[in-house]
C-alpha cells in the first residue's frame, strides 16, 4: 500500500498475507483483527498475491530514484516474512525484490525461529 498510514514508514508491501500466533506478543494482533484479512490467522492459511502486487517496489524504487527520495518500505506489515508457511516461492521471489534489495530502508519483523 503507498502512502501508509502506519507513521513510521510511507509505503507497505506484502508478499502474502497471513501469519500465525506464536507468542504471547502476538495475543494482539492488529493483523489477525483486520476485517477482510484476519481469517487467515483463524484458518491458518495465507493468501498468495497478483503480480500487480509484486510490481509495487519496483515502482516504488523507480520513482525514488527519479526523485532522489528514500521512502521507508514495511515489507510484511500483513504477514511474517520468515513465516515457515509462506506460500511456495514467495520467500525466494522477495528476497529477489526490489522492497528488500533496492528500495531504501525495508522494514521486516518476524518472531519465527530461524
Ligand atoms: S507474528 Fe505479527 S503478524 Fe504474525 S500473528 Fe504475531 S503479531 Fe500477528
Not at 513465516?83 to 525495508?106: F, H, N, T
Request: aromatic content about 10%.
Amino acid at each position: 500500500m503507498e502512502d501508509s498510514k502506519i507513521e513510521w514508514c510511507d509505503n507497505t508491501f506484502n508478499p502474502w498475507i497471513g501469519c500465525k500466533n506464536v507468542s504471547p506478543g502476538c495475543d494482539n494482533c492488529y493483523a489477525a483483527c483486520n476485517p477482510y484479512h484476519g481469517h487467515h490467522w483463524k484458518d491458518n492459511t495465507r493468501k498468495d498475491m497478483a503480480d500487480s502486487n509484486w510490481d509495487k517496489p519496483r515502482k516504488w524504487n523507480k520513482k525514488a530514484q527519479n526523485s532522489n527520495t528514500a521512502p521507508k518500505v514495511f515489507c510484511g506489515s500483513m504477514c511474517d516474512v520468515f513465516d515457515k508457511k509462506a506460500p511456495a516461492g514467495q520467500r525466494e521471489r522477495l528476497w529477489d525484490s526490489p522492497c528488500v534489495r533496492i528500495v531504501v530502508a525495508p522494514s521486516s519483523l518476524s518472531k519465527e525461529t530461524i
